[in-house]
């Protein structure tokens, strides 16, 4: 968000990041800059005699020249200043000053009308990571004791803080080294400022809709009338120069008219005008907007620089928007009853809430739920998706008692990493379904912002499995889980008992049961189509009161004795009496029972989801089993391999891009110490360019060994071809060598190497790829057929688990060949999870090795041998979730 100014040589533009502080309003961070001379001044000036007692341990009134001359000359890597702005003006300063090799003294400044917002913290954070990445590991500081905010700041960060008392100042020491306590102390810091923002916006007191006309045909207009239809509690204020009143509301020249703050405004103006309304929307003291306006980045060319400009202008005015091109939101809480959306009516209240960021898709998705009985909590439309995103809503669920699922239809994901990491979070407490539809680099909509990924898609389905979503195809198939998920408990397990009137329904039901990998318990209970009322009671209660039952479908014809409304009923009571799931099947039927009324707080309580098919009952059933024993397993703890020195490992990448800027593949040696330095030892080979070379080589390495060929026209399987020597001779060595030329063209032969023999055992591949858009990719495969045939590659997306780690590894279909197939004794299965966890640390901790390949690994019953290595290392932008707050 730099603007058209003078950046001094070296200036880091990565450093700058928008953030959302503690009240959920947006600053924007940067590296301090030398132009900044006068902005210090003000700053300073605006100070209280306190506060700049507290900062500088005297009584300055002003700066000298001198003092603001250094401070805003800094290294960008000895002496690094981070400023906080608002509306272009210094809200914090933060610096650190290298004293060490190793430590650097850091202090902050914060602006008495912003202080208790975390701007502190904000700049704490950011500053600790710059540090690091120039081998600062530890922080001092010197503060008053009376300077309790800023001792709040330190000892609340997550790290160990000592404390030392000298002449009257407070000495603290702190080593900056992330741990788990301080991030997650900067996780719930930034899940509280998001989930804040978002609640801004969804719960607002006073909205205007600028725009709003008295033409029926008005889009603003619409909004308008949506909000005062659904009973808006708060303030509605229609804002149109050329208007008195419009539907019996009192008409605003300009936002900064409207009397009192105004917490959200719908703008709805032709796209060339919406800047202008921002900026009055800005000195107003807007809190958020909705921009429902089109014209911008879906339309490409100049309106890509029209939504570019939009953001810069939102942001650096501390609002967040919804938008723009967006459908609008809704959220049914009768404490607000807020719908500035499109759709006409409300829709019921209750416990889903829902993402979308297609428009037209949002009328659909409000239609299909009301069709179905299924209420709704919080409905947004993200429209091009510019700031406000899915993984903001779901900050904001993850403490929204109201909403006990959330359903996304994501047209594309602007940040994967960081929706994984609070997709995790809010699903190990509400289920997570997402509809995905396009999500790739083939199917971004006009309009979005979106990094480029080379991934393929099994990698974006991996992401959603290990983040415990329920991915499903379409929005049919979303309401089919929901209305299960919302309505009834999570499945304690498989077995499933099937009670109905039909033998052919019964037998289609255990079909689609088994299929969807779930037990039918005693097979399918079917009673006569004469059965009584009393009958299916009966026949429901044993299901329910059977110990080996998890969940119930019953499936019902409509009966020749009984009344439907009687057979819904026993099964509405059976299930009410019962802690286990169940569904139903009635024919041409689906949604909630509708037989069952909402309360005053508009829940359903227990209701029965109900499905016109088998198959669709048995499939939402499946969702919810799985998604019930991901969230009930252990996830496990994260991986830390010990024996780690990520400092030389550092310097072997930053000392190959000093030399090759444009980055490229290390040599053995660089790759064997990179390598080594996490722990990673790779098989010894030499390189042999003649036949006395090769038994020299032998001699060194030690028998018996492999003479191979690396030519790249010649990899298969195990990725090199060779040719075994078994005896520890000369002899051997050189009948090899004469053997491989007589089978290799001239090039090939001059690239030969001597390994050492491996043990027998199984050849595996373990990657790491930087992408852009993902960050770090981990995967694994059996090596041969089952990687280059038949594709059996898994994926995982770091930091990872030990328990993720396992499943990685289990997850190939050619698994069992690492179990003992076929009597084969098992690999050392604990050897090669502990080199993956090795792998996944290095991707996760260093952004510069953009490939890393280690193929063959010798998995054998004794451990693991690295017997081939490749590793590319290239400069690389910050990620999208770099490890420290920013919106991206």
């Not at 055992?761 to 089952?786: K, Y």
């Not at 030990?802 to 690999?827: F, N, W």
């Not at 502990?834 to 952004?847: E, G, Q």
Request: charged share 20%.
């Amino acid at each position: 968000m730099t603007l058209d100014v003078e950046l001094p040589p070296g200036y880091p533009v990565q450093w700058e990041a928008d953030v959302v502080l503690r009240d959920g309003s947006v600053a924007h961070l940067r590296p301090i800059r030398p132009t900044d001379e006068a902005a210090i001044h003000e700053f300073h000036s605006r100070q209280s005699e306190e506060s700049i007692y507290l900062r500088f341990f005297a009584p300055l009134k002003r700066l000298s020249d001198k003092d603001v001359h250094r401070f805003t000359h800094v290294d960008y890597e000895d002496r690094v200043a981070l400023v906080l702005t608002l509306r272009e003006d210094i809200i914090g300063i933060g610096r650190y000053d290298r004293i060490e090799p190793g430590s650097a003294e850091v202090a902050f400044n914060v602006s008495d009308h912003y202080q208790g917002r975390g701007v502190g913290s904000v700049l704490l954070e950011h500053l600790a990571a710059i540090a690091q990445e120039f081998g600062i590991t530890r922080f001092t500081a010197e503060v008053l004791p009376q300077n309790r905010k800023m001792l709040t700041v330190f000892s609340e960060a997550g790290y160990e803080v000592t404390r030392k008392v000298e002449d009257g100042v407070v000495a603290l020491h702190f080593d900056i080294e992330p741990t788990d306590r301080s991030k997650a102390v900067a996780m719930s810091r930034e899940h509280r400022a998001e989930a804040i923002s978002v609640s801004r916006i969804l719960r607002p007191r006073t909205v205007a809709v600028i725009g709003a006309g008295r033409s029926e045909k008005s889009m603003g207009h619409h909004f308008l009338k949506n909000l005062l239809d659904a009973g808006f509690t708060g303030q509605a204020h229609p804002v149109n120069a050329k208007a008195r009143t419009i539907l019996g509301r009192t008409a605003y020249d300009t936002i900064g008219d409207v009397p009192g703050p105004v917490d959200l405004a719908v703008v709805a103006v032709p796209a060339d005008k919406v800047l202008k309304v921002v900026d009055d929307c800005a000195a107003a003291g807007v809190g958020a907007l909705l921009v429902v306006s089109s014209g911008f980045g879906e339309g490409g060319g100049e309106g890509d620089e029209l939504q570019a400009e939009l953001v810069r202008r939102v942001r650096g005015s501390g609002m967040r928007i919804v938008g723009p091109n967006s459908f609008g939101l809704i959220n049914t809480d009768k404490e607000f009853s807020l719908n500035v959306s499109l759709s006409p009516s409300m829709p019921p209240p209750g416990h889903l809430g829902l993402f979308a960021q297609s428009g037209a898709l949002g009328i659909a998705v409000l239609a299909s739920a009301a069709r179905r009985n299924l209420g709704i909590s919080v409905f947004a439309s993200a429209g091009n998706r510019v700031d406000v995103s899915g993984n903001d809503l779901m900050q904001y669920w993850i403490d929204d008692d109201e909403t006990h699922a959330v359903g996304l239809y994501l047209e594309s994901m602007g940040n994967p990493r960081k929706f994984s990491r609070i997709a995790r979070n809010l699903g190990i407490i509400k289920p997570v379904i997402v509809v995905q539809s396009g999500v790739s680099s083939y199917g971004v909509p006009p309009g979005h912002r979106v990094r480029s990924t080379k991934v393929r898609p099994a990698v974006f389905a991996a992401m959603l499995r290990q983040a415990g979503t329920i991915r499903v195809s379409n929005v049919h198939q979303m309401f089919d889980v929901a209305q299960l998920l919302v309505h009834q408990p999570l499945p304690a397990g498989r077995r499933i008992a099937i009670v109905g009137n039909s033998a052919a329904l019964g037998a289609l039901s255990a079909g689609a049961v088994a299929g969807r990998g779930l037990t039918v318990t005693h097979g399918p209970v079917n009673l006569p189509s004469e059965a009584t009322v009393e009958e299916f009671r009966e026949a429901l209660a044993r299901a329910f009161d059977d110990p080996d039952v998890d969940s119930v479908l019953t499936c019902f014809i409509p009966p020749i004795v009984a009344h439907d409304e009687d057979v819904t009923e026993a099964v509405r009571m059976a299930a009410r009496g019962s802690d286990k799931t169940c569904v139903a099947t009635f024919l041409g039927m689906r949604g909630v029972d509708s037989s069952t009324s909402m309360d005053e707080g508009g829940d359903t309580g227990q209701a029965i989801p109900i499905y016109a098919m088998p198959e669709d009952a048995a499939y939402a059933l499946a969702k919810a089993t799985k998604y019930a024993e991901w969230r009930n397993k252990d996830h496990g703890l994260p991986v830390a391999p010990a024996g780690i020195n990520r400092r030389v490992a550092e310097d072997v990448v930053q000392t190959v891009l000093s030399v090759s800027p444009e980055g490229r593949r290390l040599d053995p040696d660089e790759t064997a110490a990179l390598l080594t330095a996490y722990g990673i030892e790779v098989w010894p080979s030499r390189k042999a360019g003649t036949v006395d070379e090769a038994v020299a080589a032998a001699d060194d390495i030690g028998y018996p060994v492999v003479l191979k060929s690396t030519a790249p026209m010649l990899r298969h399987q195990g990725g090199v071809t060779g040719v075994r020597v078994d005896l520890g001779s000369e002899h051997a060595v050189r009948e090899a060598w004469a053997s491989l030329h007589e089978r290799l063209s001239p090039l090939a032969a001059g690239q030969l190497e001597v390994q050492r023999m491996a043990t027998p055992g199984v050849a595996c591949v373990v990657t790491a790829d930087e992408d852009a858009l993902f960050g770090p990719v981990v995967s694994f495969g059996v090596s041969g057929l089952p990687t280059e045939l038949l594709d059996d590659i898994a994926h995982r997306i770091p930091p990872l688990t030990d328990v993720a780690v396992s499943e990685l590894i289990s997850s190939v279909k050619a698994a069992p060949v690492l179990h003992g197939h076929r009597g084969s004794t098992p690999v050392h299965r604990a050897a090669l999870a502990d080199l993956i966890a090795r792998v996944s640390v290095i991707s996760d901790d260093m952004p510069e090795v953009v490939s890393l390949r280690l193929n063959p690994v010798n998995a054998h019953p004794g451990g693991v041998q690295v017997l081939g290595a490749e590793v590319t290392v290239a400069p690389v932008a910050r990620r999208a979730d770099p490890g420290r707050r920013s919106l991206t």
